[in-house]
């Protein structure tokens, strides 16, 4: 297992260089952020004296090695635009989307399991159909679209919620939150719905055939004819079979949940990193687009190489597979 | 081939592969439904030129002076706006025909290049095995382990706007998965009999791959290719809803959408809605079609 | 001569509040507290940071520069309470006594000289204020409260130049970075507000300074909010979070119209929005000109002034104004607003003829037309919107028009590079005076001197150049508005160099019980502000 996850780890550093040399140049490309952010009146000698000054008129490969060397000691840079360190601007957004991400996916597993789990018993009911045809409009519409629905439904025609923006916050050891007011969380219902509507039909589709498969497995045949109570049947049997499985994809769904909360906050102009992430690409602001991906791509493999872990250290079967 | 002759003519269509194939899909009525959706509006996005009323790429035909009217509201030179018109003076109705066309072209298009690039590198991985392979599949593995619309917006950012941009991110987003799929199932025919016999009968590569593996693969890709039009679809209008996609002037649904969306809580919801409710039509049909082909080719649940 | 303002009432320059005070006598303010939903976040809250209005409106809060510009840009006195200058260009300014900043050290001459001394020094600056402070030779302090500077020519722009300089201590800010200005430490100014707090790109907050030396500060205190999205501003404001909003959307006018709590509050900006042409091309940019086939034409098109008479006369102004900009903006006939410094009175708006336009373009030998690409940025909905129509009115009258809209990040490098030949620009003219407009866009281009910065169609015209640099070193003003109007009068109605198309308004909306002075200078800041009765 060890060699396992050092090898994963190689694998992590190498995606890691290559992305991060692939945003880089990327915005590299587009242009020159001092001519986006001068003055109109700004004369050439003004965006040159600028551009040297930010290194930006070296080639490629030495603002990328220098931002590099700058990496290895912890050090993010400043953002072109305000001057601030990037970890400052990032880590001041992040309990914004925090709150949403941990909020949806608190609706998406308290819904969408349950419902899976009966709909997984009773497959054949007229209801778990329903279900199941529902669950493809959730997984296969894009997120905006939701959010668009929710928005006209709750907020146009039937004013019963706020339609966008983050509500009142309350400030915990200097950090600020909004689902601790009732303003706030009225501000987060629809954004948090959004976000979950996808991986809640996901849940209930996992949840609901791997309860169809357990539930025609050969030990719950035979606990239902020793005669066991079938609630007790589906909790304590079958259930922690479906779990493993269900428990990977929460792992693993947490890097779309920041993926999709880049599309929810532009909907509800929530004020979270993935709003700071298309603000940034807008104004050229390198060092904050590159601290993100970094940011992103490292907690994305991180979790990952948990969720490997759990899977090991919770079903011996898999570590040949994941070994071999 | 020789004996096929003399029993065709006399198998009845339920018995034909197409006819079975037809008969256990059409078990399920959602996705009966879903295919006939999905035909109209193909159909529909296609005549979309015959049937709108206005074409909206032709600035003759739009008039400002017209906009931001409501449905069923009559413009300056007499017609009838069905859906209203946009902040353009666009007629909605004919703005949503050419934005769905523009939606399946940039999808099926898009599907197209990804589909035989993504089948050339899976049979390419299979066959030459090694280093290749190896490096194929971390490229493979990298790219499924990012969330799509991030890479579709990464790729977006650097080259910029445009119809055959947008075809190339979505290209690029979704090869990795025919690449991998069809190496899973180029690796199984290859340790077949037959194909180590043909080898042995020093049959060129080619002909292996092209005649022998490459027809065995096909029923997976076909499901793949079916899940990945709806996500096409759907990955191409999230990015024209942040802005990233389509020029404005030729707008698919989602920038319609997107054009729409700052005049939604103003009270002109019209802008918004039709797109918005022809893209949840198309993406949910085209969904419940591949949900029901991926359920029919999963063995797990033919028991 | 002199510029001697013998008022010391600072908030009261506006004429609503001059009624406001008559009526009133010296009556204390109330004791309120005001709550801002603002468009945009200031990139940094250092002063000297970057030159962008949402700095400059945030920071003039707590610091104040020499001079004070007021809702219709024209400067006044501020810190310093009055000047000379001589003819050969050598000004004195006489600063105010007895101002303190807020840490209660005095505000000296010598404060001027380090706040002058730190603008180039301000690294990473994506635009630095030095350019405010470019026609400045040298500077000194020749006593506690006497300023002596030295231009370089007789630069009739200092006074609105020094309004967006803003003064800070030396005893404070020696040694002091950027970052200690975002964290709250250096910001001690002598302005009306003292700085409280912000949690930057979210919220900022200020309270009344009880010793300003001006007009007692209308609030007592001030929050400022950053909401970014349209909606979201609008809901705020009607739910009752905020008091007072900017950049009140378009589509947003009539539902807070029709409410009777609600108020708008608007003018007209110094911002113009028009068509820059590729003049300088013998042949077409590729692909920016073709025949109706397609191909390169072999002559740039736009090379014939009446082929850009054509196309001013194509566009129907006040339909693009009514229809396409929901009234949000007024038909242009100029480079600088009615009202502006150096503004031609005697230049109508061109009238819309279709007819004429097709008449004119067959006479320049183009009766079938031909095929132009029209660009602007996406970023700003309202040159969006504005381009769809320019496009249908042009193709209306023959020249078939392709419209290319991109982000802000890549319209302007490409148009820096010359990729397009026909471009829809806006420009501010942030001095008050059409001078910096003139020399920023018509001025033939001309790097070393910073003029024709922003001229990307290339437009040139030695005459006008003659009138404008004459104009700059003119200090009469009579005789250099003339100037600046005749040289006006060529660039548009004569050359039709450059097409201006609208003049954008700027709205505010409050509840009723605050009373805002929109400025043209689209200043959102809580000076503007006062408390209704």
Redesign the interface.
């Known amino acids: 297992m060890t060699e396992m996850i050092i090898r994963r780890l190689l694998q992590s550093v190498v995606t890691l260089l290559v992305l991060s040399f692939i945003t880089f140049a990327g915005i590299y490309l587009i242009g020159n952020p001092m001519e986006v952010l001068a003055d109109e009146s700004a004369t050439a000698a003004q965006i040159q004296a600028a551009t040297e000054r930010l290194g930006l008129d070296q080639p490629l490969w030495v603002q990328y090695w220098h931002y590099m060397e700058r990496l290895f000691a912890g050090d993010f840079g400043r953002s072109y635009v305000t001057s601030l360190p990037v970890s400052t601007m990032i880590l001041q957004r992040l309990p914004a989307t925090l709150e949403m991400t941990v909020i949806s996916l608190l609706i998406s597993v308290g819904i969408g399991l349950p419902l899976g789990v009966v709909a997984g018993v009773f497959p054949k009911s007229r209801w778990s159909r329903g279900g199941s045809v529902l669950s493809v409009l959730g997984f296969s519409l894009p997120n905006f679209w939701f959010g668009l629905m929710l928005l006209l439904c709750l907020a146009v025609w039937f004013p019963i919620l706020p339609a966008i923006g983050r509500g009142q916050t309350v400030e915990v050891n200097g950090v600020a939150w909004s689902f601790l007011t009732r303003d706030g969380l009225a501000h987060l219902a629809m954004p948090a719905l959004t976000l979950a509507i996808g991986n809640m039909a996901l849940m209930f589709r996992l949840a609901k055939s791997g309860m169809q498969e357990v539930m025609l497995l050969d030990y719950i045949k035979l606990a239902r004819i020793k005669g066991l109570p079938s609630r007790r049947i589906v909790v304590v049997h079958a259930l922690r079979n479906v779990m493993i499985p269900i428990i990977t994809i929460i792992g693993l769904e947490i890097g779309g949940l920041i993926a999709g909360s880049i599309i929810t906050e532009t909907v509800f102009a929530w004020p979270g990193i993935g709003k700071l992430l298309i603000d940034s690409i807008n104004m050229l602001d390198r060092p904050v687009v590159v601290a993100y991906m970094l940011i992103f791509t490292f907690t994305f493999v991180l979790i990952n190489l948990i969720v490997d872990i759990c899977y090991i250290v919770l079903d011996p079967r898999t570590r040949e597979a994941l070994q071999g | 081939m020789t004996s096929t002759p003399l029993a065709r003519p006399t198998m009845r269509f339920s018995e034909r592969p197409l006819g079975r194939f037809w008969r256990e899909y059409s078990q399920s009525h959602a996705a009966v439904f879903g295919l006939v959706m999905t035909l109209i509006l193909i159909a529909v996005a296609f005549l979309a030129p015959l049937i709108a009323p206005q074409d909206p790429y032709d600035l003759m035909q739009v008039d400002f002076m017209d906009s931001e009217l409501p449905p069923g509201a009559i413009g300056g030179a007499g017609q009838t706006y069905v859906l209203g018109t946009d902040a353009n003076g666009r007629d909605m109705l004919s703005a949503l025909l050419f934005g769905l066309r523009a939606s399946f072209m940039v999808a099926l298009s898009s599907l197209g290049i990804a589909l035989v690039f993504g089948t050339l590198m899976g049979l390419v991985s299979a066959y030459a095995g090694r280093w290749v392979d190896s490096l194929i599949m971390r490229i493979v593995d990298i790219q499924m382990s990012f969330p799509t619309i991030l890479v579709a917006m990464m790729l977006m950012v650097t080259f910029g706007r445009g119809i055959d941009k947008t075809i190339f991110a979505l290209a690029v987003v979704q090869w990795a998965y025919f690449a991998r799929n069809v190496r899973a199932s180029a690796l199984v025919e290859r340790s077949r009999e037959y194909v180590l016999a043909a080898q042995l009968a020093q049959v060129p590569t080619f002909r292996i791959l092209w005649r022998h593996i490459l027809p065995n693969c096909l029923p997976p890709l076909m499901v793949i290719a079916s899940i990945q039009l709806a996500s096409a679809v759907s990955i191409e209008a999230s990015l024209s809803f942040l802005g990233l996609g389509m020029p404005v002037t030729q707008p698919s649904l989602g920038m319609l959408i997107s054009n729409g969306f700052g005049y939604l809580l103003g009270g002109k919801y019209w802008i918004s809605v039709a797109p918005g409710i022809a893209l949840g039509l198309t993406v949910f049909s085209l969904s419940l079609m591949s949900d029901r082909l991926r359920d029919m080719f999963n063995p797990r649940l033919k028991r | 001569m002199s510029f001697l303002d013998s008022s010391r009432m600072y908030l009261a320059r506006t004429a609503t509040s001059l009624v406001l005070l008559a009526a009133l006598g010296a009556a204390p303010v109330l004791a309120q507290e005001l709550v801002m939903g603002m468009a945009s976040a200031p ?2 809250i ?1 002063p000297h ?4 209005s949402s700095n400059i409106s945030m920071t003039g809060q707590v610091f104040e520069g020499l001079t004070w510009k007021d809702e219709f840009m024209q400067p006044h006195a501020s810190l310093a309470e009055s000047w000379d200058v001589t003819e050969d260009g050598v000004w004195t300014f006489h600063l105010r006594q007895g101002v303190t900043f807020h840490n209660g050290e005095p505000f000296t001459a010598d404060d001027v000289v380090f706040t002058f001394d730190r603008l180039p020094t301000i ?6 204020f ?2 405010r402070l470019a026609d400045i030779e040298s500077y000194r302090a020749i006593d506690e409260h006497t300023l002596e500077v030295v231009t370089k020519g007789a630069a009739p722009n200092l006074p609105i130049n020094l309004a967006d300089v803003q003064i800070v201590s030396r005893a404070v800010g020696e040694g002091k970075t ?2 200690d200005y ?1 964290t709250g430490e250096a910001m001690i100014g002598t302005g009306p507000y003292k700085f409280v707090s912000a ?4 919220v900022y907050e200020f309270a009344r300074n009880d010793d300003y030396w001006g007009e007692t500060p209308a609030w007592e205190t001030v929050t400022q909010r950053v ?6 501003r ?3 404001l009607l ?1 009752g979070d905020v008091d007072l909003i900017s950049d009140v ?1 378009v ?2 006018f ?2 807070i119209e029709a409410n009777p709590d609600m108020r708008l509050w608007s003018t007209g900006t110094s911002s113009i929005a028009f068509i820059a042409i590729d003049v300088e091309h013998e042949k077409p940019i590729p692909g920016q000109a073709t025949d109706l086939a397609g191909n390169d034409l072999p002559v740039n098109p736009m090379l014939d002034q009446r082929v850009r008479h054509a196309l001013s006369m194509a566009i129907d102004r006040v ?2 104004v009514e ?2 900009l ?1 009234n949000d903006a007024y038909p242009a006939s100029q480079l600088v607003p009615e009202g502006m410094f150096g503004f031609n009175p005697d230049i109508p708006v061109e009238p819309f003829d279709l007819e004429g336009a097709k008449a004119l373009l067959a006479e320049a030998g183009y009766p079938d037309g031909f095929k132009v690409v029209l660009s602007t940025s ?2 700003d ?1 309202m040159r ?2 504005s381009i ?2 320019v ?2 009115m042009w ?2 009258a023959g020249v ?11 319209f ?3 148009t ?1 590079d010359f990729e397009y030949a026909h471009m829809i620009h806006s ?2 003219t ?1 001095t008050g005076e059409a001078a ?1 407009t003139l020399r ?1 866009i018509a001025g033939t281009r001309d ?2 001197h ?1 003029i024709g ?2 001229n990307r169609g290339r437009y040139s015209n030695p005459e006008v150049d003659a009138m404008v640099t004459e104009a700059s070193s003119t200090v009469d003003d009579a005789a250099r508005e003339e100037l600046l109007r005749r040289a006006m009068a060529i660039v548009v109605a004569e050359d039709y160099g450059l097409i201006p198309l609208y003049n954008r308004k700027a709205t505010w909306a409050s509840n009723a019980s605050v009373v805002y002075t929109p400025s043209r200078a689209n200043v959102s800041n809580a000076l503007f502000a006062r408390p209704a009765e």
């Open positions: 990139t940094s250092d940071f970057h030159a962008n690294t990473d600056s994506p635009s630095p030095t350019a950027t970052d975002v949690r930057i790109g979210e909401i970014g999205s349209d909606p979201a609008v809901a705020a739910s959307p589509t947003d009539s539902t339909g693009l229809r396409g929901s996406n970023d909905t969006a919107r769809q129509a496009a249908q193709t209306r078939q028009t392709t419209v290319e809209t991109m982000p802000h990040a890549v302007i490098p490409k820096n420009w501010g942030s910096y920023g790097h070393e910073g910065t922003s």
